[in-house]
């Protein structure tokens, strides 16, 4: 079994591409051992590597977060972890927690704003979120409120230097283009 790695614009984050499906639908993000016990024995076995913080489910992909300094360590124990657990043929996620969406709460929006929502769903779903999980990430929907738009960074869009830069010079000025009542983006943690 071949993996490829990829570099993303989150130091802190590696992209591992085990050329088969992670997750059939939708993503998940597991930010603690006692996160993945219980829901996904591979994300359970990733962070059990010493350094690991996070580990982040893509459709194709799994992108791995870490605290230690250097790459170079962790790398090797990681590879073996994804080889070892796609070569058992156990299952990524187990049945009830498979193709969870992000667990993010309750969306907040006025249901005046309901159209505007949906527009600018969609714009999320149709040009932002395929762009960001090139990068091994993704960012999901969390509300709107006075113009303002609320989304959760996930994966290796959690925590990277550049997330700022994504948010007000690509998302908000793609959304004020096909939304004028967009005014902002803000990013919002996970409830």
């Given at each position: 079994?071949f993996i490829?790695?990829?570099?993303?614009p989150?130091p802190a984050?590696?992209?591992f591409?085990p050329?088969r499906?992670?997750?059939?639908?939708?993503?998940?993000?597991?930010?603690?051992?006692?996160?993945?016990?219980?829901?996904s024995?591979?994300a359970?076995?990733l962070m059990?590597?010493?350094?690991?913080?996070?580990v982040f489910f893509g459709?194709d992909?799994?992108t791995?977060?870490?605290?230690?300094?250097d790459w170079?360590?962790?790398?090797?124990a990681?590879l073996?972890g994804?080889?070892e657990?796609?070569l058992?043929?156990d299952?990524?996620?187990?049945?009830e927690?498979?193709?969870t969406?992000?667990?993010?709460g309750?969306?907040?929006f006025?249901?005046?704003?309901a159209g505007t929502v949906?527009?600018i769903k969609?714009?999320?779903?149709t040009?932002?979120r395929?762009?960001?999980?090139?990068?091994g990430?993704?960012i999901t929907?969390?509300?709107?409120?006075?113009g303002?738009?609320?989304?959760n960074?996930r994966?290796?869009?959690?925590?990277?230097p550049s997330?700022?830069?994504?948010?007000?010079h690509g998302?908000?000025?793609?959304l004020?283009h096909?939304?004028?009542?967009?005014?902002?983006?803000?990013?919002?943690?996970?409830a």
């Amino acid at each position: 079994m071949f993996i490829q790695t990829e570099v993303t614009p989150n130091p802190a984050t590696l992209k591992f591409l085990p050329g088969r499906v992670v997750v059939e639908t939708g993503t998940e993000e597991f930010l603690t051992a006692a996160d993945a016990a219980g829901r996904s024995p591979l994300a359970a076995r990733l962070m059990a590597v010493p350094g690991v913080t996070g580990v982040f489910f893509g459709y194709d992909f799994v992108t791995v977060t870490k605290d230690e300094p250097d790459w170079q360590y962790l790398k090797p124990a990681i590879l073996a972890g994804l080889m070892e657990h796609f070569l058992s043929n156990d299952p990524v996620m187990l049945a009830e927690g498979e193709g969870t969406a992000a667990p993010d709460g309750d969306e907040f929006f006025e249901e005046r704003d309901a159209g505007t929502v949906a527009t600018i769903k969609e714009l999320l779903e149709t040009r932002v979120r395929p762009a960001v999980a090139q990068d091994g990430g993704d960012i999901t929907f969390r509300g709107y409120r006075d113009g303002t738009v609320y989304l959760n960074m996930r994966g290796a869009c959690a925590g990277c230097p550049s997330s700022t830069a994504t948010l007000k010079h690509g998302i908000q000025n793609l959304l004020r283009h096909f939304v004028p009542e967009v005014e902002a983006v803000e990013a919002v943690a996970a409830a």
